[in-house]
């Protein structure tokens, strides 16, 4: 009795079976800069090893062409998705999808192709843009008051920035105070390479564990409330993990805006802004 059966044997680079085209590793990297309508994307390419007898026989590492490919469904190929086609190069590339959609999970991929037109996929990944905030307002530097015993509105007329050097305190502070008031109310966040935050949602933590992996969609809201009178009003307050604040960032300034609030026994409803330099 014969049996027969059919295996896809490892290519012998000393058999002069033809020309061989090896495809590249490639690496998709988890996504950065998120925010509402944009994400940024990035991909490694590294050609795959060529032996001494694989230049003699002429085989072929490089690669025609790289790119993304990205879409609104999981199981993305190069058919299905939309396609974002690079140099040759091989290295790192990246680049930023813009006009998304608020609230949105989005998928990506990177991809290569051969000189013989084979294609190779890196490991599928995805995001979901920041939501819209619900709340907005048409007045800047305006707060209601932000404690049952405080009658005043609270309107912060300095709005400064500055960079914490304490482990755990992020890479920029935002200080809205006021010459009137004993409150300041303190944002700090850290963003990827100290850029300003990008326009989205923002969850409270207590601290940021590591510095040096910065996140833009968490933030710190201290309040500072120096009055003195311990038996009568609060002494400050911070956010807790279920706080969430929105940022709108354009050309001309950082806003911080305020949907009813709750830190301690404040409320903040209301919105201040940074006015960029």
């Not at 590249?24 to 990297?29: A, E, G, K, L």
């Not at 190929?77 to 608020?102: C, H, Q, R, V």
Request: net charge negative; glycine share 8%; hydrophobic share 30%.
């Amino acid at each position: 009795i014969i049996y027969s059966c059919s295996v896809d044997a490892p290519f012998d680079p000393l058999s002069n079976s033809g020309t061989q085209y090896y495809l590249p590793f490639i690496t998709t990297n988890t996504s950065q800069k998120v925010s509402i309508n944009q994400a940024t994307i990035s991909g490694h390419i590294e050609l795959a090893p060529l032996s001494i007898q694989d230049g003699i026989d002429g085989n072929s590492n490089e690669i025609k062409t790289k790119g993304f490919i990205w879409g609104l469904n999981k199981g993305l190929n190069l058919d299905n998705g939309t396609k974002i086609a690079f140099d040759s190069d091989p290295g790192n590339y990246s680049t930023t999808l813009e006009n998304l959609t608020a609230g949105t999970k989005y998928y990506f991929n990177t991809y290569a192709t051969n000189a013989n037109n084979q294609s190779k996929l890196g490991i599928e990944q995805s995001f979901t843009t920041a939501k819209e905030a619900p709340c907005d307002y048409d007045t800047d530097n305006y707060l209601r008051p932000i404690y049952k015993s405080y009658d005043q509105s609270y309107l912060p007329d300095n709005i400064t920035l500055t960079n914490p050097d304490s482990y755990g305190e992020g890479n920029l502070k935002f200080v809205a105070s006021s010459n009137n008031s004993i409150i300041s109310i303190i944002v700090q966040l850290n963003e990827i390479d100290g850029d300003l935050p990008l326009s989205g949602s923002y969850k409270g933590v207590y601290n940021f564990d590591n510095p040096s992996t910065p996140s833009s969609n968490e933030m710190k809201i201290t309040i500072e409330d120096n009055n003195g009178l311990i038996d009568i009003y609060p002494q400050g307050a911070i956010n807790n993990e279920d706080t969430e604040i929105y940022i709108k960032t354009t050309e001309e300034k950082v806003s911080f805006i305020f949907c009813d609030v709750a830190i301690g026994e404040y409320v903040l409803t209301g919105k201040f802004s940074y006015q960029i330099p």
